[in-house]
C-alpha cells in the first residue's frame, strides 16, 4: 500500500470525530502555550535580576588586588591599564565588548542635614557608557563628562535620605594611603534612578582622577572591570584575562563574585526541564487516550481492512500518522498562540502593585518577558518526539488485532 492512501486514510480517520479530535489539538496548543509563555516569564525575571547584578558595577569579568574583595580599601589596588602593555593588548581584543577601570573605596557623605556611608566611585564617564548602569540611568541633571570631571552624581534615594537638593554641595570623606582623612567638597550634578534602592543609597560617582587627586594616591585603580559577549559563556575570555595580568591579582567572574545570581541560573534552567515534563505528562495522557479510544471506535474496521490485505505494519504506520499530524497542527496552533500573546508585551508588564517585593528580589516593577530560541525548540521537540513515543503504544494495538476478532470486535 502507497504511503499516499495511508496518508489520505490517517487524514480522513483524524476528523471522524471532529469534537475529540479538536479537543486534543487545543490541549496540545494550550500545552506548548503554557511552556512558552511560563518559561518567558521565567526567562525574563531571571533575565533581569542578572542584568541589574552584571550592571552594578559588575560587569562580567573583574580584576582586583588578591585582598580586595575581603578589605576593599586604599590600599588594596592595582597597577593602571596604562602601565600593564599585556592587559592592554587583551581590552583590545574582540571578545571584550567593553571595559573600564575604577576606583571604589568606602566614604561618608555629609550634607547640611545628615551623614552617612556611601561608598565612592571614581569612573571613566566615556568607558562606563554600555558597561553599568551608571551610563544610562540618569533621571536629573547632567551626567558626568570626563575623568578630571568634580563633579558629583549620587542616587535619587540617597538624596531624600541626605535632605539636599540638585545643585547644592555636599563634602565626601575617605581615607587616604597614608590612613588619614581626605575629604573634598562636591556639587550634586546629577541623580540617577535604579531599580534597586540599596543601588540608589550606596554608590556615589565622580571622576577617576578627581577622586584619585582627593585620596592622594599614585596611579593605580581598585579594580578594573570586562564586559564580554555572552554572560554564561566566559571560559576563553576569563583564560585570556588570567593570562594577561600578574600573579598577586585576582580574577573572578560574576558567578563567582556573585553565588546567589549564579544558583538562580541553575535553577531556572533545571525549572525549564521540570515545567516541560509537567506539562507534557499531562499532554501524553490525553494523547494516548484519544488515540486508543479511536483504535477501539473503529476495532472491526481495522478487522476488515486487514481481513482484505492491509498489512499490519501499515495500521501501525497509519494510526501514526494521525498522531504525527495531530502534533504538527497543535504545534502550529501553540506557536502561534504564544506569538500572538507575547507579541503584544514587548514592552513589558507592570507590576507596579508589588514593587517593592520585585525590588528585594532584583527586578525593576516592569516585567520583560524574554523568548528564547532554545526554549521554543526544546518545548516544540518535547512534545513532538515524546508525543510520538507516547503514539506506539496505541498503535501497536492496532497492528496486532486478530481480523476474525476485531470484525466481531474482540479486544484482546
Not at 502555550?33 to 562580567?60: C, E, N, Y
Amino acid at each position: 500500500m502507497s504511503w499516499s492512501i495511508i496518508f489520505r486514510l490517517a487524514w480522513r480517520n483524524l476528523w471522524r470525530n471532529h469534537r475529540r479530535t479538536l479537543i486534543m489539538l487545543s490541549a496540545i496548543a494550550l500545552g506548548l502555550w503554557g511552556m512558552i509563555w511560563m518559561t518567558a516569564l521565567m526567562r525574563g525575571m531571571v533575565d533581569q535580576m542578572i542584568d541589574s547584578s552584571i550592571k552594578t558595577l559588575s560587569g562580567h569579568i573583574q580584576i582586583h588586588a588578591a585582598e580586595y574583595l575581603d578589605d576593599p580599601s586604599i590600599e588594596h589596588i592595582i597597577p593602571s591599564v596604562s602601565a600593564s602593555p599585556a592587559l592592554q593588548a587583551l581590552l583590545a581584543d574582540d571578545e571584550v565588548v567593553a571595559w573600564s577601570e575604577r576606583i571604589r573605596v568606602p566614604a561618608v557623605i555629609r550634607s547640611e542635614r545628615d551623614v552617612l556611608a556611601i561608598t565612592l566611585v571614581g569612573i571613566d564617564p566615556v568607558r562606563e557608557q554600555g558597561l553599568s548602569f551608571i551610563g544610562d540611568s540618569l533621571s536629573a541633571g547632567i551626567p558626568l563628562e570626563s575623568v578630571n570631571d568634580n563633579k558629583l552624581i549620587v542616587g535619587k534615594k540617597l538624596l531624600e535620605r541626605l535632605q539636599t537638593k540638585l545643585n547644592r554641595r555636599v563634602v565626601v570623606m575617605s581615607q587616604d594611603p597614608d590612613n588619614t582623612i581626605a575629604e573634598r567638597g562636591f556639587r550634586i550634578a546629577g541623580v540617577f534612578d535604579t531599580d534597586l534602592q540599596s543601588t540608589e543609597t550606596s554608590y556615589v560617582f565622580a571622576g577617576l582622577e578627581t577622586v584619585r587627586k582627593m585620596l592622594k594616591m599614585g596611579s593605580g585603580v581598585s579594580e578594573i572591570s570586562l564586559l564580554g559577549h555572552d554572560y554564561r559563556d566566559l571560559t576563553q575570555l576569563l583564560d585570556k584575562t588570567r593570562a594577561a595580568v600578574i600573579s598577586d591579582v585576582e580574577v573572578k567572574t560574576w558567578l563567582e563574585q556573585d553565588p546567589y545570581m549564579a544558583s538562580m541560573l541553575g535553577v531556572m534552567d533545571g525549572f525549564v526541564l521540570v515545567w516541560f515534563a509537567v506539562i507534557f505528562l499531562a499532554l501524553s495522557f490525553g494523547l494516548v487516550n484519544t488515540l486508543l479510544m479511536a483504535v477501539f471506535e473503529r476495532t472491526r474496521e481495522i478487522g476488515l481492512v486487514q481481513a482484505l490485505g492491509m498489512k499490519p505494519p501499515n495500521i501501525l504506520f497509519m494510526v501514526l500518522i494521525e498522531s504525527i499530524i495531530m502534533l504538527l497542527i497543535g504545534l502550529l496552533a501553540g506557536n502561534l498562540l504564544s506569538w500572538l500573546t507575547i507579541l503584544p508585551l514587548k514592552d513589558g508588564i507592570d507590576v507596579s502593585v508589588v514593587a517593592e517585593g520585585m525590588e528585594l528580589a532584583g527586578m525593576s516593577s516592569t516585567l520583560l518577558p524574554a523568548v528564547k530560541l532554545y526554549d521554543v525548540v526544546l518545548a516544540n521537540t518535547l512534545v513532538l518526539v515524546l508525543g510520538i513515543a507516547a503514539s506506539i503504544f496505541p498503535a501497536w494495538r492496532a497492528s496486532r488485532k486478530v481480523p476474525i476478532e476485531a470484525i466481531t470486535r474482540v479486544w484482546q
